[in-house]
């Protein structure tokens, strides 16, 4: 019987060819998806491979540019600046301003011990009250001979008094006229002295000559200030000073471009710490000798537009202009190296870098600044384009930069 039941088994082909047909339509999908995404992947230019340009930053740039004859470069100097010390050696015992600190003329920055000097004041002090009333007492004594002599005077030619009476009464008289121009030159020499002793405190106080700034405090509290700055471990000056209204460009203009520089010629004035702002300018001084070492002349810019960012010995630039910029003309306009321009469709675009891959984007060109061109609209400050743009670039090529 159990034989019989196992001859009965048998395999159903149809059955297996039906579940292998099955499998056949899910293998053509995923063929098919595959390709398409191959195909999207191709569009984008994923196995495409990239193309090596160069690439500029789109600038602020001005309309000065243009009218620039000659470029300079130099530092900002102040034609103010002063060391400030002591005439006289003593221990530093008060400052009172420090690193950036405004001062007014004649302002006490700092103070030396002075008991010394003091010491001497009051005693010149002293001495001139005993020579004031040695005067007045001078003054009195001939008075008092004055009087007798003159009775003498006149009881002589009567015989009242002898003339060894008037004689005496006559030196006497004589003696008292010299005690007081003595006791008159003795206050004089007091009152020198007193003034010696005020002149050697005033010494001890160390002012401003000038209305400016502090830019370097050079002693402190406790060091020695002499004049010379010979002694050991002694300092020569407190402070250094400058006047921020005397703030000039110093350039040095070669020989053979100095022609195409004049007194009051209109400049333009670049700082390296403020990139982002232009200064006008007027030429103050062509100096009258050359540097023969380097060929050159110095040449003195004066700030029209002043500003409290500008401090002494900033690097600058300065752009000689052929006439004075206009108001509309200080102001910064974006531009763009004509090399990265392109016109497709009849349209003017730049391929802006992003990423290492560039957008075509189109742009509004406007006037020439110089050697770069202004730009109306469609890139902006900063953005990063590329020059010369070969054919094959398009809208989503991928990049890379050339080595230089």
């Keep these: 019987m159990a034989n019989e039941d196992i001859s009965k088994l048998k395999i159903e082909k149809a059955t297996t060819g039906i579940g292998y047909k099955k499998k056949k339509p899910v293998f053509k999908i995923t063929a098919a998806a595959i390709a ?27 309309p000065s540019q243009a009218l620039t004859l000659l470029n300079a470069s130099g530092y900002v100097v102040a034609q103010r600046k002063a060391a400030v010390a002591s005439k006289t050696t003593g221990r530093l015992v008060w400052l009172g301003v420090e690193e950036g600190s405004l001062v007014k003329k004649g302002q006490v920055i700092a103070r030396l011990e002075s008991e010394d000097v003091e010491a001497s004041k009051e005693q010149a002090t002293a001495n001139l009250n005993v020579a004031r009333h040695n005067l007045e007492q001078a003054k009195a004594e001939l008075q008092d001979a004055g009087l ?7 009881m002589l030619p009567h015989g009242y008094v002898s003339q060894a009476e008037y004689d005496a009464s006559e030196a006497r008289l004589n003696k008292a006229q010299a005690a007081v121009a003595a006791a008159e030159s003795a206050v004089k020499a007091s009152a020198a002295t007193l003034k010696g002793a005020k002149v050697s405190i005033e010494y001890t106080l160390i002012r401003a000559p000038f209305d400016a700034v502090v830019l370097t405090k050079n002693a402190d509290i406790g060091d020695i200030i002499t004049p010379l700055g010979a002694a050991a471990n002694a300092k020569a000056a407190v402070v250094t000073i400058a006047d921020m209204a005397s703030l000039q460009i110093e350039v040095d203009v070669s020989e053979s471009n100095i022609r195409n520089v004049s007194l009051g010629q209109p400049s333009e004035i670049q700082l390296d710490a403020l990139p982002d702002s232009r200064f006008r300018g007027a030429v103050h001084m062509i100096v009258p000798t050359a540097d023969r070492t380097k060929a050159t002349v110095m040449v003195k810019v004066r700030f029209i537009d002043k500003a409290s960012r500008i401090l002494p010995e900033m690097s600058a630039k300065v752009a000689f202009l052929l006439r004075a910029v206009t108001t509309e003309e200080q102001k910064p306009k974006t531009a763009i190296n004509p090399a990265a321009l392109v016109t497709r469709n009849g349209k003017q675009a730049a391929f802006v870098v992003k990423g290492d891959r560039v957008a075509e984007t189109p742009v509004t060109a406007g006037a020439k600044l110089g050697d770069m061109v202004e730009v109306l609209s469609g890139v902006k400050s900063g953005d990063r384009v590329v020059l010369n743009p070969p054919k094959k670039l398009k809208d989503g090529s991928k990049i890379k930069l050339a080595e230089k």
């Design 36 to 62: 398409v995404v191959l195909i999207i992947l191709g569009i984008k230019g994923v196995f495409t491979p990239a193309v090596q340009v160069e690439v500029a930053t789109v600038s602020p740039a001005y």
């Design 148 to 154: 007798s002599f003159k009775r003498n005077k006149e």
